[in-house]
């Protein structure tokens, strides 16, 4: 059975401070997808990572992917209060009928 | 382009009723997937239909039902409900099976 972790589940950060969220998987993938959630509300695509080494920016966040090390980051550089918010990774494993695995997720609060 | 729909937004139900939520996808897009996120947690997968076919059943109880009709819209229906079932139930198309997935609003379910 695919799990997916991420660590911390909780964080708060100051306006302006970098930090990394990651997420560690237990089998053999190389598609894994990056998600904000905000309160009450559905799911939104940040990143999708498809191959070993993959990195790809969007504004203040970075996500990266080693399928070697079954892990992927998600870096906030200089955090803004806009990111407060809930931040998933999703797992698609390479075989078999398990399909899209969440991690638990990380509660992000930047504080002004 | 319209995203994914869903109807209704919100519903309760009592315990023991059924429910049948409905789900659209983005036009073009032929698979169709539901999820169930319970507060404080991650989306948990439920079903995965493509060219409605069944392709993938999470770890739910046969409580939990599917389909996809010919115009690739999806119903999901829970029958017997239990104050458990109360959560937020997702739906996502994508093009493919295993191609990229983009979340509808989305369904609050509450049972009392």
């Known amino acids: 059975e695919l799990k997916v972790e991420q660590n911390p589940l909780f964080l708060s950060m100051q306006e302006g401070k970098n930090y990394t969220i990651y997420c560690n998987y237990s089998?053999?993938?190389?598609?894994l997808y990056w998600y904000r959630q905000d309160p009450g509300k559905s799911l939104e695509s940040l990143f999708v990572l498809l191959s070993n080494g993959a990195v790809k920016q969007e504004g203040r966040l970075m996500a990266s992917l080693d399928t070697k090390a079954r892990l992927s980051t998600l870096h906030i550089t200089a955090a803004v209060h806009d990111l407060s918010a809930t931040y998933f990774c999703?797992?698609?494993?390479?075989?078999?009928?398990?399909?899209?695995?969440f991690g638990t997720g990380t509660r992000l609060t930047i504080i002004p | 382009d319209a995203g994914v729909t869903q109807s209704p937004t919100h519903l309760i139900k009592t315990r023991g009723q059924h429910v049948t939520l409905r789900c659209s996808p983005i036009s073009g897009h032929k698979s169709v997937s539901w999820y169930q996120q319970v507060l404080g947690q991650g989306p948990q997968f439920i079903f995965q239909y493509y060219e409605k076919e069944e392709r993938g059943r999470g770890n739910f109880p046969d409580r939990f039902s599917a389909r996809q009709f010919p115009n690739y819209s999806s119903e999901l229906n829970v029958n017997a409900l239990l104050l458990g079932d109360s959560a937020l139930y997702l739906c996502?198309?994508?093009?493919?099976?295993?191609?990229?997935?983009?979340f509808g609003p989305g369904t609050r379910l509450t049972v009392t």
């Open positions: 089998t053999t993938s190389d598609r």
């Open positions: 999703a797992v698609d494993p390479a075989l078999g009928n398990e399909k899209l695995t």
């Open positions: 996502a198309s994508s093009y493919r099976d295993r191609y990229e997935e983009y």
